[in-house]
């Protein structure tokens, strides 16, 4: 069996070889290159577009104006947002050309605060909604009222999170190729089929004119799963000249254009009694959703998962998305999860703290007993004993070992050394999910997934799963993904579904090609042949499935070697404990990670290796947003962090040791595979743990000091 082992990926060879092709590395004989004005301004009136020098310059093939639906509305609403597009046949020409834009703008007062936002009167991001709140919504359950009235405690504050940029190493790019038939284009996307679809129907194309290929990509994070306006635009374009167009953004471009994540606010008030016990939540999520709202639901999800694991009775929380004069805000990892864990892991401390008991023993007496579990906004918790895994979870880490290390450290040298632990629940794992899978004439197999891989290592895991289920080596076996040519439809890689819901699907089909191959071995044979080890059986006969597909393709038999699977996913909720151990620089606030461990139980794990690889750069990524990284705006709406001189991205110098541990007796999910997602985990968990821990530093020189929103960067810590 190869699911559970810790396989080395199969995509590293090409990769680290560099022979892996990304879109720029996509250059076909006579490619011309695009590029876009794009507004200086946060918010103004496009009084007049003058592309005239533009068309003149040197190199320029054609431009694209407001006609193309840039500015909609007459109006730029964030700083970035493109007003005109220019195709030319050398790239060098072509930022010469784009330079010569003559963009007549009448400035408006920019709104960037979402509190000012939402003032009657404030300056209105889109006139035709007539307010800056794009979205409102309550989610309710239980008797909140009842609950407070019953309170010992009342308990009442505000947490945020910062905006941040997603910051793939490899930036948005798009080509587009027209040969009057098909139109065929590459993107750095986790969106395939959704360019696919968005792009016949701008163009009035058939479905089955356009085809869309998702070559290597460097990243994506959730910021490549919308169809931007870049990707239709370059489709158009090469529609209309009938050659091939490339964009690739610039990493200044790509921090403006391509959606930012975070940027929720939660104003909370929690009743509990003099146990600890939290009996109801009431509050308001609010998210910065910038220019559009694109971001659908992140919101919501914040608002619908603030719960958590804890057993909270009633709940009633609204999620309300503002508009600003910003980049439009959407999905990164963990996408409104992050936020919620942050959120509500700070409120079981802060509880912990008022009450004078120990954060552990408030999270053990509030987690949820009993799986499934409906949570009172309606969500239900699948499967899992969360008692029994915290219980785990505490010794496997050390967690009170690691106390009595930092309380020694500082007593006998002064170091300011903190521990934190966050606990989380999470959703992954939706929709539908394609496979099509071919037995070869030589006995191999081709898989063909909708996944969008992004750097996780699907290629492998999918080969070890069908290599599983077929009962062949892995060698046999491979897998194509990102080409919506050779599945018929697939939603892609995002909310940690894939190898739950394509490696279901994968499975599916595998039983599907096996029972196939299966009739066919039984006319050769003339018996029903027994399957094992990827040999059909019968007394001492026996085929191959070699044989079996060479005499179906001689026509011996009538099967079908292509078989085709979908497979219908619903969520699962993972859940786990993270600890982080920081040291703080008392002369400087500067807070340096040191240790880093989780315990995740995530059913059945498929490829130990992989999975672990997502807790080291979730976690590093969740590490940065708890002490550092951080989008920022002046209050004319300039991105003030606009390139990766100004803004911080942890690099494996900035990594803490880790130390990854999945659950020995893990929970699966209802699926063929068993599995829950990792993916998101590690963000998730990250940023409660890490900021604990920096609280747990401090309080030794501060016992009253409290973190409330993040990052918790130098300045603040020291504060
Ligand atoms: N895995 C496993 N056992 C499990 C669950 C997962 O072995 N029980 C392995 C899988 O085989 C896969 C990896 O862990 O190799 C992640 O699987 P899964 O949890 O199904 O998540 P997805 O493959 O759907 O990945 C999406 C997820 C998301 S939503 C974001 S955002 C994110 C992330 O993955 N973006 C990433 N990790 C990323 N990693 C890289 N390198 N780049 C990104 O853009
Ligand atoms: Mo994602």
């Known amino acids: 069996r190869y699911i559970g082992k810790p396989i080395l990926r199969v995509e590293d ?51 694209f104006g407001p006609e193309l639906g840039f500015a909609p509305g007459g109006k730029v609403r964030y700083q970035g947002e493109a007003v005109a597009m220019v195709v030319a046949r050398d790239r060098y020409l072509l930022y010469d050309a784009l330079e010569k834009a003559v963009v007549e703008y009448e400035p408006l007062p920019a709104v960037l605060d979402i509190f000012e936002a939402m003032k009657p009167g404030a300056p209105l991001v889109d006139e035709s909604l007539g307010s ?36 793939a190493m490899e930036p948005r790019g798009v080509v587009a190729m027209y040969d009057g038939a098909t139109l065929t284009m590459w993107s750095s996307t986790q969106v395939p089929f959704d360019i696919k679809k968005e792009v016949a129907k701008a163009l009035d194309l058939p479905l089955s004119s356009v085809r869309v290929i998702q070559p290597y990509v460097g990243g994506a994070f959730g910021s490549k799963l919308l169809v931007y306006p870049e990707e239709v635009a370059v489709a158009k374009a090469a529609y209309m000249l009938k050659r091939t167009v490339k964009w690739v953004a610039t990493r200044s471009e790509d921090f403006k254009a391509t959606t930012h994540g975070r940027a929720l606010v939660l104003d909370y008030k929690v009743a509990v009694d003099n146990g600890g016990r939290i009996l109801a939540i009431e509050g308001t999520v609010y998210a910065d959703a910038g220019a559009y709202y694109w971001g659908e639901g992140l919101a919501d999800t914040a608002a619908k998962m603030l719960p958590g694991p804890y057993e909270i009775r009633a709940a009633r929380v609204r999620a309300v998305s503002v508009l600003t004069n910003k980049t439009p805000l959407s999905a990164y990892r963990g996408a409104g999860r992050p936020e919620a864990t942050f959120f509500i892991e700070r409120i079981v401390d802060a509880v912990a703290d008022e009450l004078g008991l120990d954060r552990i023993e408030v999270r053990r007496r509030n987690l949820v007993k009993r799986l499934p579990y409906t949570n009172p906004l309606g969500v239900t918790y699948d499967t899992g004993d969360y008692p029994a895994v915290f219980e785990r979870a505490l010794e496997k ?107 279901s699907a994968a499975i599916l089909a595998a039983r599907k090609l096996k029972a196939e191959l299966s009739k066919a071995a039984a006319q050769l044979l003339n018996c029903e042949p027994v399957y094992r080890g990827g040999v059909f059986h019968c007394g001492d006969r026996s085929a191959t499935i070699q044989d079996v597909v060479k005499a179906v393709l001689r026509g011996d038999a009538e099967a079908q070697l292509t078989v085709e699977a979908i497979y219908h996913a619903e969520s699962n909720f993972p859940f786990g404990v993270h600890l982080a151990v ?70 494996a110098h900035e990594a803490p040791r880790f130390e990854v541990y ?43 000091a409290r973190i409330v929103k993040t990052p918790a960067d130098p300045e603040y810590v020291y504060k």
């Open 13 to 63: 060879d090409v990769i680290l070889r560099g022979r892996a092709q990304y879109v720029d590395d996509i250059e076909p004989p006579g490619v011309l290159y695009a590029g876009f004005v794009r507004s200086p301004y946060a918010h103004a009136r496009v009084v007049k577009v003058d592309l005239s020098d533009v068309r003149g310059a040197k190199g320029v093939v054609a431009v």
């Open 132 to 167: 800056n709140i794009a979205s409102d919504e309550v989610y309710q359950g239980g008797d909140v009222e009842g609950a407070f009235r019953e309170a010992a405690r009342v308990l009442e504050g505000r947490l945020s999170t910062q905006r941040v940029i997603p910051a």
């Open 397 to 503: 880490l050390g967690y009170y070992q690691l106390k009595r290390w930092a309380e020694e450290e500082w007593k006998k040298n002064g170091r300011l050394i903190g521990v934190g632990l966050s606990a989380y629940v999470e959703i992954t794992t939706f929709g539908y999910e394609a496979v099509v899978m071919r037995a070869e004439r030589d006995g191999s197999i081709t898989v063909y997934t909708a996944l969008t891989p992004t750097g996780q290592g699907l290629v492998t895991a999918l080969a070890q799963v069908v290599a599983d289920e077929l009962e062949i080596p892995i060698e046999k076996v491979r897998v194509y993904w990102g080409d919506t040519a050779y599945v018929p439809d697939g939603i892609g890689t995002m909310g940690s579904r894939s190898i739950t819901a394509g490696g």
């Open 582 to 651: 920081v040291e703080v620089d008392p002369e400087t606030g500067f807070v340096k990670p040191l240790l880093y461990k989780s315990y995740d139980d995530v059913g059945q794990v498929v490829n130990p290796l992989l999975a672990a690889g997502q807790i080291h750069g979730g976690a590093l990524q969740g590490i940065a947003q708890a002490l550092y990284e951080e989008a920022i705006y002046d209050e004319g709406g300039n991105l003030l962090t606009p390139n990766l001189a100004y803004y911080y991205v942890p690099t």
């Open 662 to 704: 999945f659950a020995e007796e893990p929970h699966p999910s209802a699926t063929p595979i068993g599995s829950k997602g990792i993916g998101e985990a590690a963000t998730i968990a990250s940023t409660p743990a890490v900021i604990s821990a920096v609280e747990d530093a401090i309080r030794k020189i501060n016992p009253r």
